[in-house]
């Protein structure tokens, strides 16, 4: 559906997106993991036809996306990562400028209209003013804006940031009903937790270029180490951490022991030393890498730098 082919963009002398690739398919939900400057935004703001590449070229249902052609913008939302809606109008206000600037008029637009509120619990807010609501509803009024005209790509720019616990499920739902419907979704966010709940594969983006892509397992398998298993630190598992260093990494978090083992070294054999050391398996706690240790790995950085 869309297709990024060696994509560089430059402000100045800063290149923000060097040199990057990528596929998606009809149906994703793909999401673009990476810190503060990683250059999330820049590659929305390319695909929307916003700006220009200096170099490379995006094709959306095989047409080239360009700034002059607003058919490609026509089959895409955007929910930038700024809310943009008018703030001294009301909810009801702003979707009828937004389906109008998208040629939407009479019963259609006021039906559309109406069922984007519903669907983000906003029906009882209608004509209320935008600066009275939370940031969580201006978050859920601007990502339905955006789909009025029922695209069939939606880009969302963080669309959980300064939102209420409460609001930012509410989001999760409504994306992962309309992907289940058909939508494809590009989802940027630097939560790990969110990449990790909602999308289907995941770039991880840094300093402008893709580190990693594939879904959660496929970039999970990159690490180095499986599984982590942790244990007490006690007199009774002193043997056992001493006999693991020669099977991976194991690191003292005080009164814990934490065990990355090796690629070749499998759980069962983790097991087999417990028991051959007489220690029962309710010491052990085994817990799944994440996409923070993978981002780690990767650029020596956390997502939060
Ligand atoms: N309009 C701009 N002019 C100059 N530099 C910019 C502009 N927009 C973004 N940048 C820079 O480009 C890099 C990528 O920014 P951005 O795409 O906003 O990243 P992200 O959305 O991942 O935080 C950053 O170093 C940022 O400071
Ligand atoms: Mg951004």
Do not use: W
Not at 91 to 107: D, H, M, S, T, V
């Amino acid at each position: 559906m869309l297709k990024l082919d060696r994509i560089t963009k430059r402000y100045g002398t800063l290149t923000a997106l060097d040199g990057v690739s990528l596929e998606i398919a009809p149906g994703e939900f793909f999401g673009l993991l990476g810190p503060n400057g990683a250059g999330k935004s820049t590659l929305m703001s390319l695909v929307a036809g916003l700006r220009a590449p200096e170099a490379g070229r995006i094709t959306l249902d095989g047409r080239r996306v360009t700034a002059a052609d607003p058919a490609t913008r026509i089959s895409l939302g955007l929910v930038p990562q700024a809310i943009a809606l008018y703030e001294d109008l009301s909810a009801e206000q702003n979707l009828q400028i937004f389906g109008e600037l998208y040629g939407l008029r009479g019963p259609d637009l006021r039906a559309r209209i109406d069922e984007a509120l519903e669907a983000v619990q906003l029906a009882d807010r209608r004509r209320d003013q935008v600066k009275t609501f939370s940031g969580g509803m201006q978050r859920r009024l601007n990502l339905v804006a955006a789909l009025l005209h029922r695209p069939r790509l939606l880009l969302c720019d963080e669309p959980t940031v300064g939102v209420d616990p409460q609001s930012r499920n509410a989001i999760f739902d409504f994306l992962e009903a309309r992907v289940r419907a058909g939508l494809t979704v590009i989802y940027s966010t630097h939560y790990m937790e969110e990449a990790t709940r909602l999308c289907s594969r995941i770039a991880i983006i840094d300093h402008g270029r893709i580190h990693a892509l594939g879904t959660l397992d496929e970039l999970l398998a990159r690490l180095p180490f499986r599984d982590e298993i942790s244990f007490p630190a006690t007199p009774a598992t002193a043997e056992l951490a001493a006999r693991l260093a020669a099977h991976g990494q194991i690191i003292r978090d005080g009164g814990t022991h934490r065990f990355r083992p090796a690629t070749a070294f499998r759980t069962s054999a983790f097991y087999a030393l417990a028991e051959s050391l007489a220690l029962p398996p309710r010491l052990f706690v085994t817990e799944r890498p994440t996409l923070e240790a993978l981002f780690l790995h990767l650029t020596g950085r956390t997502l939060r730098e």
